[in-house]
């Protein structure tokens, strides 16, 4: 569906550090996004990737945080990729941020003439669809950005590994009963793996893992400890607010 027939609605995202318009069906924007922009280190004047970008979240927050990094937002949706596009320009980021419609699992020709060669790339995030659904959804957008198959994070990878450079790294986010899946596909390109459980509030299972690792490094596992999203009482974690509302990073460096 084209954008301009898309019913969207205009929402306030990092404690309104960026103002994000969306479908008002389908995926809507929500912390893993957020949580994963946060955990995505980038430098000044490097190249940042994020595969899977629907409207633009996780990028535009990267580019928000690190001044000087540019993006570019992938998704197969163009209805989406427009809105990204849009985002970029509503949030003064269109000089550092671009949108192109492609699909993650296209050939390397099509990313080069999207101006995304291979190893050219500092850093990949990524938020893959990672729900084996046995009915899916009825909505098309929504399916899209939630249904995977069992080789989708595999995929994905591969591209990923494809677009960066030696010492690249790619950040992911990933449902935490998953993460033996995440560390066997990263097993062939990637090493130095660092894992960050996120959990609801004390005492309760992670539902989230953030992962980085590099590319081509041996460096073992780091397993850190986990970032609480609520405190008992239910109210946010201070740590949680000033990710998720005042932009600060997350460290995954495992340091």
């Known amino acids: 569906m084209p954008a301009d027939k898309v019913e969207t609605s205009e929402d306030a995202v990092l404690g309104g550090r960026l103002t994000l318009r969306q479908p008002l069906r389908g995926h809507r924007v929500g912390h893993d996004a957020i949580l994963l922009a946060a955990a995505t280190s980038a430098q000044s004047g490097e190249q940042a990737v994020d595969l899977g970008a ?38 003064g980021l269109s000089d550092r941020v671009r949108a192109v419609c492609l699909d993650v699992e296209a050939p390397a020709a099509a990313f080069a003439a999207a101006g995304l060669a291979p190893e050219s790339t500092a850093c990949v995030l990524m938020n893959p669809p ?45 449902r935490a009963g998953g993460l033996a899946d995440v560390l066997a596909a990263l097993g062939k390109d990637f090493g130095a793996i660092t894992v960050l459980p996120v959990h609801p509030k004390p005492g309760a299972a992670a539902i989230r893992v953030l992962v980085r690792a590099t590319k081509g490094n041996r460096a073992p596992l780091k397993l850190m400890p986990g970032f609480l999203l609520a405190d008992a009482d239910g109210k946010p974690t201070a740590a949680a607010e000033a990710v998720l509302r005042g932009g600060e990073a997350l460290c995954l460096t495992g340091t």
């Open 54 to 91: 629907g409207v633009g979240a996780a990028g535009l927050a990267l580019a928000r945080r690190v001044e000087g990094v540019a993006v570019t937002l992938v998704d197969i949706d163009p209805a989406l990729t427009a809105l990204a596009a849009g985002n970029a320009q509503r949030n």
């Open 130 to 174: 990672f729900n084996v659904a046995q009915q899916p959804s009825p909505d098309p957008a929504r399916r899209t950005a939630h249904a995977a198959t069992d080789d989708t994070l595999r995929r994905w990878l591969h591209t990923a590994a494809r677009l960066l450079r030696a010492d690249g790294v790619v950040t992911l986010i990933w």
